[in-house]
């Protein structure tokens, strides 16, 4: 067997599956192991021709600060990369870095494996749901949407299954989607003051000076949506973007870490009174993981608290998110916190104001073992 380019591992993808270029997904179809080839792929069947309008002009003033040739960008779900700027316009290439090229390509299968299981929606999800949304509205705070509900004893997140449940449409790397900050809500005014709202009816108090509450901010960002009198000891933050996660100013420190290449939380064994995730859950590719790993770091009566709305960066959404409607994600995020051992005392409510256009949910669950210190819960 050659040796692998740069020390890098096998290309591993579906065949047929969609996610890779066209001509090279008909190469290797009848191929098998231990066979090899050298195919050469017009533009055609590779990334395509260079589309010239595909290339934009902007004032330079709409760029980040630090911009130079050769910088990509992220424009909504679109990267695009600064190739010329001139006389105080910016020219931004929107074509792929190989579009219009002819490649050629060696080829080497080392293993072919089963094919993985289609994607299936939990039956529990099917069935344990009474709420025909949007057509009717759920009931709002303070009703808890698990009223009545039932999971099974068995975990919905069959081990069979997961690789379907939790793939997405994009699975290129998430270091390289998050490269550029986005100083972005992602939620509107309403959802933001309907999550505050929350925060401030259960969080416990932080009187100055004479609190020990510790906080975690999972795939944190520039802001945290807290109250203003909430002021733990310590508020950590945990996210993708550097730039972002230091203009939070809710943050006391914060760690740059990639939760979908490795779930194990940074900290020590109960570390934190409380963790908060805030519309970011649905990205989660290795959720079970991660709330083991919650559970792990919180304190005996910990709190933690998920929430979510109806918008997301589709393509890095989980499949299971997706396909899921607004109160199945509800039973999905509650379902981390059923199959996850150590956490009780699990809700779910829809805090969405009355005049929020943007549907707003939360799920939260307590560490067993212990009460907040004050909570107000």
Request: proline share 7%.
């Amino acid at each position: 067997m050659p040796d692998l380019v740069q020390g890098k591992a096998p290309l591993e993808f579906d065949v047929g599956g969609g996610n890779m270029i066209k001509g090279f997904d008909a190469a290797v179809r009848g191929m098998v192991v231990g066979e090899s080839k050298t195919v050469t792929l017009a533009p055609a069947e590779a990334y395509g021709e260079f589309d010239d309008s595909k290339m934009q002009e902007v004032d330079v003033s709409r760029l980040p600060e630090g911009c130079e040739v050769g910088t990509p960008l992220q424009a909504g779900q679109q990267r695009v990369v600064v190739v010329k700027i001139e006389e105080g316009v910016a020219t931004l290439d929107a074509n792929h870095e190989l579009a219009g090229k002819t490649l050629t390509f060696e080829i080497l299968v080392s293993a072919i494996t089963d094919p993985p299981e289609p994607f299936r929606m939990p039956e529990m999800l099917l069935t344990q749901n009474p709420y025909d949304y949007p057509r009717q509205r759920l009931p709002r705070y303070p009703r808890d949407l698990l009223e009545g509900v039932e999971f099974p004893l068995e975990s919905i997140f069959t081990p069979g299954q997961q690789a379907a449940m939790f793939s997405r449409e994009d699975e290129s790397d998430d270091g390289d989607f998050y490269t550029q900050p986005r100083f972005l809500t992602h939620i509107d005014d309403e959802a933001i003051a309907a999550l505050t709202a929350h925060y401030s009816r259960v969080l416990p108090p932080t009187p100055a000076g004479g609190n020990d509450i510790g906080h975690l901010d999972v795939c944190s960002s520039w802001v945290s949506f807290l109250p203003t009198d909430y002021s733990p000891r310590t508020c950590v933050g945990l996210g993708m973007n550097d730039a972002e996660l230091a203009a939070n100013e809710q943050l006391s420190s914060y760690d740059v870490h990639d939760l979908n290449v490795n779930p194990v939380l940074p900290y020590d064994d109960e570390a934190f009174d409380v963790i908060t995730n805030v519309v970011s859950v649905d990205y989660l590719a290795k959720p079970l993981e991660l709330f083991e790993e919650m559970e792990r770091v919180l304190k005996p009566g910990g709190l933690a608290i998920m929430s979510f709305s109806n918008r997301m960066f589709w393509t890095k959404a989980i499949k299971l998110w997706t396909e899921s409607n607004e109160y199945q994600r509800v039973l999905v995020c509650s379902g981390y916190f059923r199959y996850t051992r150590g956490f009780g005392d699990l809700e779910a409510f829809e805090i969405t104001l009355p005049n929020g256009d943007n549907p707003m949910f939360v799920v939260q669950a307590r560490k067993t073992g212990g009460e907040l210190p004050d909570s107000k819960l």
